[in-house]
């Protein structure tokens, strides 16, 4: 018996009963509670493009409205638990660290920058919104780290356990692009080919009419070594790996070819499953959409039964006692400009057939307020205006309680941030570091100031030192440069490269990069800022204080108003007490009065531009 057909067939048997099972199977959560994860991220899917689940017409061929109110929340949950790639900043553990956490923060800046992470984040922040969890997938190609949001519809998991499984997820390729990957089999590759068939999602359905793609199922997870090896020895040892297979029904008897197109071992698993808010019992939290599905199907329901009694209405339905009107449409009679005819003395009146909707509209009115209080997405947060006579401190307190929950799920966020960078980023950057490579940085004013602060006093020294050993070597009597001119040199080189510095090892006394930092523990720590900040209040705050200042600048000699002064900047969060007590102060030009009987002379003093170089 061929063992590698056998070890073969008996993974693609895994994969399709995995496939099987997760289409078709529920589990339960409780005893009232069954839970099917393909059924439910469907239906989210069915909701989010404003389709019915049961189709668009009714049992009598009518029209079906779709009245969205799903779009709408998913919008604000995905707008409140933004974060942006400013927000990740990597902050030393001990102070003989802070040099070069600060470096390793520009390392992790260039490298999301590269890869996109930025465009990474908003993916990711949609797909929470929208299903309460995201699985992504760290891949290195071509020497580059990518993170990709992965579809939950090509996905096949563990409806439960999603760490502990292994995860399947289905491609579909092209011939050119299964023959371009080296990494394939080509033999393999070559009879794979000779069947085709469209592309299907996982329930079977045509995605579209074309032949010319295979599906593809790539697998990871803790499998038996002997999937590897085809040694049945083998069968007890478990070892993380990856394989891409793909099989066809046969032509001709039950059963199916399989055709594995790539196998081997892994370091670690590329899929990372992340939440809002972690849910027990199932692997898929709960998104805006999910949360909205009773209230949907109500408002949609009120919305079809406006709708039928508005066509009725629209319409002129008469009644008669005459005979002769048996079995004739009335109502098609009048549209064709038919005459109508009836007995002597027998009435033609209109029924009375008005829609009264009040009713109905109140009753959808109710769904839409309880979907708005279920999703923590009130007025307020919808740009709507509140009614006549809502107290401003009313409406105000109301959004910033449905702010609260927002937080909670944005510090989720963060929280998966840091497991990301620390499983996968953070070990990537640090292969790459066996580098000389300069880098560019764009900083904001503190960094600017923290980075400013380091190099120009290092750099006045290094050219100070240049400058004794020209002198010594030339002959000539060696003397110290003015360090203040020559920190304004500096300065003044870096004022015209603007918010923009370029860094490289040799700066801060080192060879490479991993020379640099080899002592660093990293310690990544994600800055998650309140995106929905109050900017107006906020600047009204530090107006009011910067004005009181102004007034009395020896109020802050006080230890109690000092203390008042930085909890107001702490609690604005739009500036740090601590950012203002690294700015060196600036001495100001100092005019030397005339002596008497002598010519008056008026100098400005050089501005110091020794910077605190301890930080």
């Not at 908003?122 to 891949?139: C, P």
């Not at 939290?285 to 209230?295: D, K, N, P, Q, T």
């Not at 919808?382 to 401190?393: V, Y």
């Not at 900017?535 to 009011?544: G, H, M, R, S």
């Amino acid at each position: 018996m061929d063992t590698s057909k056998t070890k073969l067939n008996e993974l693609g048997e895994m994969v399709r009963k995995a496939e099987s099972d997760y289409i078709s199977g529920t589990t339960t959560i409780s005893k009232y509670v069954e839970f099917s994860q393909y059924e439910n991220i469907e239906k989210i899917d069915a909701y989010l493009n404003s389709k019915h689940t049961s189709g668009d017409t009714d049992s009598l061929d009518r029209e079906k409205p779709f009245f969205n109110i799903v779009t709408a929340a998913v919008n604000i949950w995905y707008r409140a638990t933004d974060i942006d790639r400013k927000n990740i900043q990597i902050k030393a553990d001990k102070l003989s660290n802070y040099v070069p956490a600060f470096i390793a923060s520009i390392h992790l800046k260039e490298w999301m920058r590269k890869s996109g992470f930025g465009m990474f984040l908003n993916e990711w922040g949609r797909a929470l919104a929208r299903y309460g969890s995201s699985v992504i997938k760290f891949v290195e190609k071509d020497g580059e780290l990518k993170a990709t949001v992965i579809p939950w519809n090509r996905l096949i998991t563990d409806t439960v356990d999603f760490e502990n499984n292994p995860k399947i997820e289905t491609l579909w390729y092209t011939p050119a692009q299964l023959r371009k990957n080296k990494a394939y089999d080509p033999e393999m590759v070559k009879q794979l080919l000779e069947t085709r068939e469209a592309r299907t999602n996982t329930d079977g359905q045509n995605i579209d009419q074309k032949s010319d793609y295979i599906k593809v199922y790539e697998v990871h997870g803790e499998l038996p070594l002997s999937y590897l090896t085809e040694d049945e020895k083998d069968s007890e040892k478990y070892v993380q790996q990856m394989h891409v297979l793909s099989f066809m029904a046969k032509k001709e008897g039950e059963g199916y070819d399989d055709y594995c197109l790539y196998k081997g071992k892994e370091a670690k698993d590329p899929y990372m499953i992340t939440h809002l808010i972690k849910e027990d019992g199932r692997a898929q939290g709960i998104g805006a959409v999910e949360h909205l599905f009773e209230a949907q199907w109500m408002v949609n329901h009120s919305q079809k039964a406006i709708k039928d009694r508005l066509d009725l209405a629209s319409r002129l339905i008469f009644q008669t006692s005459d005979g002769n009107f048996i079995g004739q449409n009335v109502l098609t009679a009048i549209e064709t400009g038919d005459i109508l005819i009836h007995s002597p003395g027998q009435e033609l009146t209109q029924l009375n057939n008005d829609a009264d909707i009040a009713g109905l509209q109140s009753f959808a009115q109710q769904w839409q307020v309880l979907a708005q209080d279920i999703t923590s997405t009130p007025d307020a947060l919808r740009g709507d205006n509140a009614p006549a006579g809502t107290a401003w401190r009313q409406v105000e307190a109301l959004r910033q309680e449905s702010h609260s929950l927002f937080e909670l799920m944005t510090e989720n966020k963060g929280l998966h941030i840091e497991e990301m960078l620390q499983q996968f980023v953070i070990p990537y950057i640090k292969k790459q570091m066996d580098t000389a490579e300069e880098l560019a940085a764009t900083l904001d004013s503190q960094a600017l100031q923290q980075f400013d602060s380091i190099y120009i006093s290092s750099e006045a020294v290094r050219r100070d030192n240049e400058q004794l050993k020209r002198t010594i070597l030339s002959g000539e009597i060696a003397e110290n440069l003015d360090p203040a001119q020559v920190q304004g040199d500096i300065k003044k080189e870096l004022g015209t490269l603007g918010t923009q510095r370029f860094i490289k090892p040799s700066d801060i006394d080192g060879k490479t990069w991993k020379e640099v930092l080899k002592d660093l523990e990293w310690e990544v720590e994600v800055d998650v800022t309140n995106e929905q900040t109050d900017t107006q209040a906020v600047i009204t705050t530090l107006t009011t204080v910067l004005q009181t200042i102004a007034t009395n600048p020896m109020i802050l000699q006080d230890p109690n108003m000092r203390m008042l002064f930085n909890t107001i900047l702490e609690k604005t969060g739009a500036i740090s007490p601590i950012q203002l007590s690294q700015v060196a102060p600036q001495p100001q030009p100092v005019t030397q009065q005339p002596a008497t009987g002598g010519g008056s002379t008026a100098e400005s003093s050089q501005p110091n531009m020794q910077m605190n170089a301890s930080l």
